[in-house]
Structures are given as structure tokens and as C-alpha cells.
């Protein structure tokens, strides 16, 4: 389980503080598949990463599995289980999307085994294997090849950000079977930062962030029919333009 | 015959861990140990002072010459002077190198020329390592000349290579290229504790459509200095393109001067130059694999550094 209690997160600007995240609470539950939602720039890429330390929390406590992980740094939480797939993949200059997925499955993996992980999010193997992790690979390739790193892992918990941006629509129902797998081979934890419909649609529960807090959470059935009902993002935007 | 000391520092320059197959001349402490040459590879030794010609007939291809130097001897100061006469049409592979183990408070010093003369349309890889250990209090010195002389349609692909443990560098290549002829380099350089390491390119584009790629790839830590410079002349309808990528830590210094000069309105020069830390998103993304911030510094730097 994944506790997040009370979490704040406040950036130093000049003399201002400024609130990215305000006290937050969020439970995710052993097993589950959870899509976070939401408009742009509410605070759900900050979130992903104050889950795996990349930021460090203002204020509050982050639990895995009822241990304090509030302190540890990313290489520690990594470690304990917790993955993180990028919503900007990182470039590198001279690693090789093999070395990129031997380093993630902590092991001296096969060639045939790397190339497994990249067939799962529908990239042929024998191109990629050698290419180098750089500008060079476009930005759907990039975005699979992170994928695969979080699969190449196999912890107990994935976090994916805006996995399905810059996919094409013919693997969309590959990656959506790619996270079912991660649920039903390892009883993973899944969380998923989308604003797709069809990713909401498989989602057990639905969290919906706004302005750096929940505003709301709730099982799918719930959540999403009001989604889908509510106002367009560009009406909400005039009618705060208006106040 | 080679003691354990110099068949590691083989191994470290040439990637030889037994009599490499082909033509060699091989020189351990100011002496040529061994040599072999081959129905179209012959070696010669200079007369008139310390070195070796190395001729290769017309035609000869899917060859192989290795020229490794070793020093293991504290205070041993050498200049040698190795030409390379390649003929017409060829296709050959050049390993040459240098390591240096100083457990000595005396300074080894190496100083390297080597000239090549390549003949038309022959193509030539040339391989180059330099390597220092030993924890004496004596300095590893290495100063290559490499000069380059490149007829029409000749390919020369150059791959220098210094990771570890020189000192002091000063590196100095020059190459003059004619009609149609290539001339690619690829430099990598790794510098730590106090060292010192220069390298200087001249690359002339006489002949028409003649061509050049020069990278360097480096990184410097600790308190090392870097200082590496790229002309590029352009006379006349031709293409330069020199890059110098560089990964700066800890309190090294690192200097990239850029230098095109173009002499015809059809020379095509570009020069780009980078100098930055690790960037954080590299460290952090290999850290979310698990790896500590330590062991993703290294297979970042060893993989920029391939
Ligand atoms: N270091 C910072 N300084 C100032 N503002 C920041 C900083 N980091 C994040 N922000 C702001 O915090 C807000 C939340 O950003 P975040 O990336 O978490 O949004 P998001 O919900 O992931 O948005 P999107 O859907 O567009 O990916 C944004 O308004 C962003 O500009
Ligand atoms: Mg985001």
C-alpha cells in the first residue's frame, strides 16, 4: 500500500513561496490500477515525483507498505520496489537501449530477454536493441523504450507518466494490454498519470488532482460518467478568466 | 622477451594479449622486442635516427599493421619517429599506442610522430590508445604528432583514445587532404587528478570535395585541464565539421577554441562545441533504475565515453 499523508510541496521563487502541491492525501491500495487526471499543471507529474524522490516533500509523509520512505532518496525507493516511467524520456549520449535495459532489470540480462521487453511495447527488437537512448529515436520511440525500463524492472509498483502520449493509436490497445499484464504477472500496483478516455476506462479507481490536491477519488464506475459530463477545460479556463 | 608488466600495458594500448596476426613491430622500453612483416607490409628501421618506416604496396588490402609502444622503465625519455607509406588502392588497419607504467620518481616521457602518406582511393583505419599506471612520483608524458597527408579519394578514419592515467598531453595533428579525400577522427579523452592534457587539429580542405569530421568526446574531473582547439581551413568547394562535446566535474577546466577559416565561397565549415556538468535528468533517471548516484555518474561517462 502507498500511502501519501498530508504532502506539500512549495517552490522558492525570488521572495514568494509558491504552492505546487497543498495537503495532499492519497491511498492506493495493494493490486490496484490507478489512473490520476486532471487538468494541465494541476500537480500530477510533481506528485509522481515526490513519490519517487526526485523532489523532496515540504511537508508530510509518503509510507510504502506502512515503512516511512519520506527520507530516503530515489536510488532507496527504487530499490524498495517503486518505478517511474517519464512523461519527458531522458536522452543519453553512447547508452544503448540495451544497456538502458540491463541497468533497469538489475541483472546481466540476454540480449533475447532485452528484446522481449521491447516486442511488449511493440517495438521490433533487433532495430532498437543497438540504437543509442538519444535524439535521434523519435518521440513515440523514446516513450516505449521508457515503458519497457519500468517493465524490464518489475517492481511492485509502477508509475507511469502520460504513458500513451505520442503512441500511435494502432498500439494503444497493445499498451493497454501491457499494463493489464504488469497487474496479472506480478501483482503490481499501478499507477497511471492520463487524460485518455480509454485509459480511464480501465482504471479501477480514478484520482482526480487539481490545483496541487485530490479533488476527487473514487472507483471508475463512479468517477467516470460526472468526468465525462463536467464542463470542457476550455469553458473552465474563461470562466476563471471571468472572476 | 616482455615481462607481466608490460603485457598489461599491451593488452590496455593494443587489445594484444598474444603476437597480433598480420605485420608488427612491437617496442618495449626504447627497443623494437619483436617484429614481423608480411609479402606486402614491410618495416624498416630509421638510420639516421629512432624509428621505423612502415611501407604498404599498391593494392594491399584487409591488412593489418601493429606498432605498440610500452614503457616500463622510470625516466626513460623517447622521441620516435614512425612514417607510414601507404600506396594506391589499399585498405588497411593501423593499431599503434602507447603505455606507460611509472613506479618511479623519474618523469617516462613518449613522444610520438607519426606521418602517414596516403596514397589514392586507399582507405585506412588508424587506432591509437594511450595509458599510463604506476603510482610513482615521476610524470607520464605523452606528446603525439600525427601528421596526415591524403591524396585523392583517400578515407582516413582516426580513433584516439586516452582514458587513464597520462599526465601530460600535448597532441598535435595536421592533416592536408586533396581532391575528394575524408579524414574522420573521433577523439576521446578522460582526465583526472592534476592532469594536463592539449590537443590542437589542423585540417587543411585543399581539393575539391574534400571532407572532414573531427569529435572529441571528453570528460575532466577532479582538478585536470583540457584544452583542445580545431582548425579547420577550407580552400576551397569542400566540407569541416568539428565537434567538441565535454563533460566538466568536480574543479577541472576545460577549453574548446573553435577556428574556421574559409578561403573559397563554396567551403562549407561548421564547428560546435558543448562543455556542460552531468545532466541531473541523466543521474535521475538511472537512479529511478536503482543504480546510486555514483554508479550512474560512471555508466553515464563510460557510455558518453564509448
Ligand atoms: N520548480 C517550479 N517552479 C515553479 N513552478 C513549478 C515548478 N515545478 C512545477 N511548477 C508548476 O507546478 C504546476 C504543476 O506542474 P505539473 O508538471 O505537476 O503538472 P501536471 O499536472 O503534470 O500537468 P500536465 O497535465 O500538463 O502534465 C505547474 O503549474 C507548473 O508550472
Ligand atoms: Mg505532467
Known amino acids: 500500500m502507498l500511502e501519501i499523508k498530508n504532502v506539500s510541496y512549495r517552490v522558492e521563487e525570488q521572495d514568494a513561496v509558491i504552492p505546487i502541491i497543498e495537503h495532499l492525501n492519497l491511498t492506493v491500495g495493494d493490486g490496484k490500477f490507478v489512473v490520476i487526471t486532471g487538468p494541465n499543471g494541476g500537480g500530477k507529474s510533481t506528485l509522481a515525483k515526490l513519490i519517487m524522490g526526485v523532489y523532496p516533500v515540504t511537508e508530510g509523509r509518503i509510507l510504502l507498505d506502512g515503512e516511512d520512505i519520506t527520507e530516503l532518496g530515489i536510488t532507496e525507493r527504487a530499490k524498495l520496489g517503486i518505478s517511474f516511467a517519464f512523461q519527458q524520456p531522458v536522452h543519453f549520449k553512447g547508452i544503448k537501449v540495451v544497456d538502458l535495459l540491463r541497468l533497469a532489470s538489475g541483472s546481466r540480462i540476454t540480449i533475447n530477454q532485452a528484446c522481449e521487453y521491447l516486442s511488449r511495447v511493440g517495438l521490433c527488437a533487433r532495430d532498437y536493441i543497438q540504437r543509442e537512448v538519444n535524439a535521434s529515436l523519435s518521440g513515440g520511440e523514446l516513450k516505449r523504450i521508457e515503458i519497457a525500463t519500468v517493465l524490464a524492472r518489475g517492481t511492485k509498483y509502477s508509475v507511469f507518466d502520460e504513458p500513451e502520449a505520442g503512441i500511435d493509436l494502432w498500439s494503444f490497445q497493445n499498451l493497454i494490454r501491457v499494463f493489464e499484464n504488469i497487474r496479472e504477472s506480478i501483482q503490481g500496483t499501478v499507477i497511471i498519470i492520463s487524460h485518455q478516455e480509454r485509459i480511464l476506462q480501465i482504471a479501477d479507481e480514478i484520482v482526480v488532482i487539481e490545483d496541487g490536491a485530490v479533488k476527487r477519488q473514487g472507483p471508475r464506475d463512479e468517477l467516470l460518467p460526472e468526468l465525462l459530463g463536467t464542463p470542457s477545460a476550455a469553458n473552465n479556463a474563461c470562466s476563471r478568466l471571468a472572476d | ?306
Do not use: W
Open chain 2, 1 to 306: 622477451m616482455m615481462d607481466e608488466i608490460q603485457r598489461k600495458l599491451m593488452a590496455e594500448v593494443a587489445d594484444l594479449h598474444s603476437m597480433p596476426e598480420g605485420a608488427y613491430n612491437i617496442r618495449a622500453n626504447g627497443i623494437s622486442e619483436a617484429r614481423n612483416t608480411t609479402a606486402n607490409i614491410d618495416i624498416i628501421s630509421k638510420t639516421d635516427k629512432s624509428g621505423i618506416d612502415i611501407r604498404i604496396k599498391d593494392g594491399t588490402k584487409k591488412e593489418s599493421v601493429h606498432i605498440p609502444v610500452v614503457l616500463s622503465e622510470s625516466g626513460l625519455k623517447e622521441t620516435v619517429y614512425n612514417d607510414f607509406y601507404i600506396g594506391e588502392d589499399c585498405d588497411v588497419t593501423i593499431v599503434a599506442g602507447c603505455g606507460i607504467h611509472n613506479s618511479g620518481a623519474k618523469d617516462s616521457e613518449h613522444d610520438g610522430v607519426h606521418r602517414f602518406f596516403v596514397g589514392k582511393n586507399s582507405r585506412v583505419r588508424y587506432v591509437e590508445k594511450h595509458y599510463g599506471q604506476g603510482d610513482g612520483m615521476g610524470k607520464r608524458i605523452l606528446n603525439p604528432v600525427t601528421e596526415v597527408y591524403q591524396e585523392a579519394g583517400s578515407y582516413v578514419d582516426m580513433e584516439m583514445a586516452q582514458i587513464k592515467g597520462v599526465d601530460s598531453t600535448v597532441r598535435t595533428t595536421k592533416a592536408e587532404l586533396a581532391e575528394g579525400a575524408t579524414l574522420i577522427v573521433h577523439e576521446r579523452l578522460m582526465t583526472h587528478g592534476e592532469q594536463k592534457a592539449t590537443s590542437v587539429y589542423t585540417v587543411e580542405l585543399n581539393g575539391e570535395h574534400s571532407s572532414t569530421d573531427v569529435i572529441s568526446r571528453s570528460v575532466a574531473k577532479d582538478a585536470s585541464e583540457q584544452i583542445f582547439e580545431a582548425a579547420i581551413v577550407g580552400n576551397t568547394v569542400c566540407n569541416g565539421h568539428a565537434e567538441c562535446d565535454a563533460i566538466i566535474m568536480d574543479k577541472a577546466h576545460v577549453v574548446a577554441i573553435p577556428r574556421l577559416d574559409a578561403n573559397n565561397v563554396d567551403a562549407a565549415l561548421i564547428h560546435e562545441a558543448a562543455i556542460g556538468k552531468i545532466a541531473g535528468d541523466q543521474l535521475i533517471k538511472l537512479m529511478t533504475l536503482g543504480l546510486s548516484e555514483k554508479e550512474a555518474e560512471e555508466q553515464i561517462i563510460s557510455g558518453f565515453l564509448r
